[in-house]
C-alpha cells in the first residue's frame, strides 16, 4: 500500500509539472535545483566540456571565463573580452562570442585565440551574443547589440549569420530580428531555433542540406527568452523571463523550470549529459533531468 502510494505521488507530480500526455512522462522537470556556484557578477554562455569533465561559462562583466570543476569555481580566462556565449567545434576548441572586441574567437591547441568573424562587408559586427556549431563544422551566431554603445554601431540591422565550415565566407542567414540571442539545433540539424529577446518569442527555421535556412515560423511565446538548448528527444529548453521554459518540438509548453534568480542560459552537461547547467545572475545551478542532452560537440 505505501509503495502504491508513493509511486502514484511521483507520477501524479511528474505529470502536474511537465504536462505529458497520457501516462508517459516525456520529460521530468521536478527534480531540485541546486545552487553549485556563486557570487559571479552575470554568468552566461555556460558549455560542458567532456575532455576535462569540466563546465565553462562567461562572467560578462567580470570580463572573465570560469571553470567549474564539480566542486569549486575558478578562472579559466581572464580577460575574456567580456565573452558572452561558449561552446566547442567538432575538434573540442572552445568558440566564444565576445562583446570586448565585437568578434567570435576560437582557442586552438596551442592556447592562441584567433579572430573567426569580426565584419561584414567590412563593418564591424555589433557584439556577437550565442553561437553554436553544426556537425558539418559551420558556425551559426547571433549579432545583437547589447555590448556596444549606440554611437558605436556601423551595421544598422541585427543578424544571424553562417561561417563556412573553412572559415572563408559569412553569410547573413536571417537579418529581420529585433535582438537575436540564443540558438540551438534540433537532434537531426533539420531545424534551427533561434530566440528574439525583443519579440519574446522563439522563431524555427528548416535547415538546407547546405546550411541555409528557410521558414521562420513563431515556435513558441518566450518573455525576454534569452539562451537555449535542446536535449535528445527534441525538447527545447529556453531561458526566459519566468525561468526556463521547456517545449515539445510541436511547441507545446511542457513546464517552467524555476530557479532562485533570472537565467540567460544553460547547458547540459556531466558525464551522462543529463545535467541541465543553469546561468542565472549571480548563480550557476543545476539540475538532474531524465533525457540527455544533445552532445557537444
Ligand atoms: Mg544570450
Redesign the pocket.
Known amino acids: 500500500m505505501r509503495n502504491r502510494m508513493w509511486c502514484g505521488w511521483v507520477v501524479a507530480m511528474s505529470l502536474g509539472c511537465v504536462g505529458a500526455t497520457g501516462a508517459e512522462v516525456v520529460v521530468d522537470l521536478t527534480g531540485a535545483v541546486e545552487k553549485v556556484a556563486g557570487e559571479f557578477k552575470f554568468t ?2 555556460p558549455v560542458w566540456v567532456a575532455a576535462k569533465n569540466e563546465l565553462l561559462f562567461s562572467d560578462i562583466p567580470a570580463d572573465r571565463i570560469v571553470r567549474f570543476d564539480g566542486a569549486t569555481a575558478a578562472t579559466f580566462r581572464e580577460p575574456s573580452n567580456n565573452s ?2 561558449l561552446t566547442l567545434d567538432k575538434q573540442g576548441r572552445l568558440i566564444a562570442c565576445e562583446h570586448g572586441a565585437r568578434r567570435v574567437s576560437r582557442t586552438e591547441a596551442d592556447g592562441r585565440v584567433v579572430t573567426l568573424a569580426d565584419r561584414f562587408e567590412g563593418k564591424r559586427l555589433n557584439s556577437p ?2 553561437v553554436v556549431v553544426r556537425s558539418d563544422g559551420a558556425i551559426y551566431f ?1 549579432d ?1 547589440p ?1 555590448g556596444v554603445k549606440p554611437e558605436d554601431r556601423e551595421l544598422d540591422f541585427q543578424g544571424v549569420y553562417r561561417l563556412s565550415p573553412d572559415g572563408a565566407t559569412l553569410t547573413l542567414v536571417v537579418r529581420d530580428f529585433v535582438k537575436p ?2 540558438l540551438a539545433f534540433s537532434p537531426d540539424e533539420s531545424r534551427l531555433y533561434v ?1 528574439d ?1 525583443e519579440r519574446g518569442h522563439i522563431r524555427v527555421f528548416d535547415v538546407a542540406s547546405d546550411g541555409a535556412l528557410s521558414g521562420g515560423r513563431v515556435f513558441a511565446e518566450t518573455p525576454n527568452a ?2 537555449m538548448k535542446v536535449d535528445t528527444k527534441g525538447n527545447v529548453f529556453c531561458t526566459a523571463k519566468p525561468g526556463v521554459m521547456v517545449f515539445d518540438p510541436a511547441g507545446r509548453h511542457l513546464g517552467t523550470i524555476i530557479a532562485p534568480e533570472r537565467p ?2 544553460c547547458a547540459f552537461g556531466d558525464p551522462d549529459w543529463r545535467s541541465l547547467y543553469i546561468t542565472a545572475r549571480t548563480g550557476l545551478y543545476r539540475i538532474r533531468l531524465n533525457v540527455p542532452g544533445i552532445r557537444v560537440p
Open positions: 552566461e554562455g558572452n556565449g551574443n550565442d547571433t545583437p547589447y540571442n540564443g530566440a529577446t534569452d539562451g540567460a542560459n
